[in-house]
């Protein structure tokens, strides 16, 4: 039995290395395990986007309707490669009947309650480790340039407001004023105040590693390969040997299936869902904060390191080569927002895989009556957004403490009778 430390993360990606440095940081001894380098899965090149306005599950009857001509389109906002197809009908299945009325109510709560503290929680993170900067509060931006959006977008204005989300309403004029940088042939924008953006996500993740090694983190470059639970503990069957342990943290994103399914015998129907971004260094400082576009589907990140154009949603399982088309096809809708010609020198594309569950809700969980095995996985679209607060919980349930917000609905329980 491994005595030295109280619990071990398995995945140093945005949520495992936070989940690392907040144990650490509460006085637990803990140890780090990553397969690859730190930060190196779907955190080093995400947008950087705090998201917290993204409220609603994956999919919307508006999706749907959509979906036979994004799928017409191979390198549209949408692709399900087709010899995947038959793999990835499960997953969508469960999507699709997740848009029952009952369910995605309960998504929504269970969404806002946890992106609603998110903020805050990074807030408190970046600032417990003297780093309050990697953070920009400026809110973000959705843009929109045809006139049938408009109606949309009011749409979803209320819908966020009933929600209690705070969302104005910006005329062209207006948007022009606050981003001189954006095509004239915008119509106008929403604004989401309460949401920001981080400088650099794979810096961020370092950052916190760092931080958490100053404070005793120990750190173990290995992959684990299976995971089994003893009658005192779990033994981790790591590249560097067996490491038994009393506690474990679960927290390798997409990777995740095995092991929880060796754990806790549940499968858990964990899906790849494939973004692109391209880089662009030559756009230093052209947006003041993140902005989406309502049509394009995509987003732009002012970045230290330039421009990030990132999204898209590709089904290609997890091994599958990146199609670096679909990051290069970011350029030519961002060049129709602009003013002025993007600055294409040293652009450089990137394919990460997001760790999704059919519910579009991350499982956040201390599993079995000795709860040594904890949970932290399938954050999808909104790992970075959810990163701190995720750590808070985990804290909280490593702990036996009451969590801040209700987690029954991130319980990894929910997937019990699933079979996939
Ligand atoms: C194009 C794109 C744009 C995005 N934009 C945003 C955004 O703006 N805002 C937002 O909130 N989210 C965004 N996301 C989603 C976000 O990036 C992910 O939800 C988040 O990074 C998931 O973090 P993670 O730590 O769970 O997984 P990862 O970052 O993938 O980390 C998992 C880590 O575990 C390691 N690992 C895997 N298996 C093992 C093993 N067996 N043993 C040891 N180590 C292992 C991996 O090497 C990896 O480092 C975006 C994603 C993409 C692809």
């Known amino acids: 039995m491994n005595t030295i430390h109280d619990i071990v993360v398995v995945g140093g990606g945005v949520i495992g290395t936070s989940c690392a440095l907040v144990l650490q940081q509460a006085g637990a001894r803990v140890l780090l395990l990553e397969g690859d380098t730190i930060g190196s899965g779907a955190s080093a090149g995400n947008a950087g986007h705090i998201a917290t306005e993204q409220i609603f599950p994956l999919a919307s009857l508006e999706i749907m309707l959509q979906l036979p001509r994004m799928l017409l389109d191979p390198l549209g906002p949408l692709r399900i490669d087709l010899k995947y197809f038959p793999k990835a009908l499960p997953w969508l299945t469960q999507l699709i009947l997740n848009m029952r009325p009952s369910a995605q109510l309960s998504q929504i709560r269970a969404l806002t309650a946890l992106n609603n503290a998110s903020l805050s929680a990074w807030r408190d993170l970046l600032g417990s480790i003297q780093q309050p900067n990697l953070l920009i509060e400026k809110g973000s931006l959705m843009v929109f340039e045809k006139e049938h959006t408009k109606a949309k977008l009011t749409r979803y204005k209320n819908k966020l407001r009933d929600r209690g989300i705070e969302v104005n309403t910006l005329d062209a004029h207006t948007l022009q004023e606050k981003v001189p940088s954006l095509s004239k042939q915008l119509l106008g924008a929403l604004e989401f105040p309460q949401t920001g953006h981080v400088v650099d996500p794979l810096s961020l993740v370092n950052q916190l590693f760092r931080s958490g090694q100053a404070l005793g983190l120990e750190y173990e470059h290995a992959k684990v390969l299976d995971a089994r639970r003893t009658t005192v503990g779990v033994e981790l069957h790591t590249t560097n040997g067996v490491i038994p342990c009393s506690r474990v943290l679960i927290a390798n994103g997409v990777h ?109 969980d201390a599993y079995g009556h000795d709860r040594r095995v904890l949970f932290a996985f399938g954050h999808q679209h909104l790992g970075l957004t959810q990163a701190a607060m995720t750590a808070q919980l985990i804290l909280q349930l490593y702990r036996n403490e009451s969590p801040a917000i209700d987690l029954k609905p991130f319980r990894v329980s929910r997937f019990q009778k699933t079979q996939f």
Request: aromatic share 6%; proline share 8%; with cysteine.
């Open 256 to 364: 995740a299936k095995p092991l929880v399914q060796s754990l806790t015998g549940i499968h858990v129907p964990l899906e790849a869902e494939r973004g692109y971004h391209l880089m662009l260094p030559g756009e230093k400082n052209t947006l003041p904060c993140a902005v989406t576009s309502a049509e394009r589907k995509f987003i732009m990140t002012p970045l230290n390191g330039g421009l990030r154009l990132a999204g898209t949603v590709e089904f290609a399982g997890i091994e599958r080569e990146a199609d670096m088309r679909r990051a290069f096809v970011l350029e030519q809708h961002a060049q129709q927002l602009f003013n002025h010609r993007l600055n294409m020198h040293q652009a450089s594309p990137w394919m990460g895989r997001r760790p999704s569950l059919p519910d579009s809700l991350p499982v956040i």
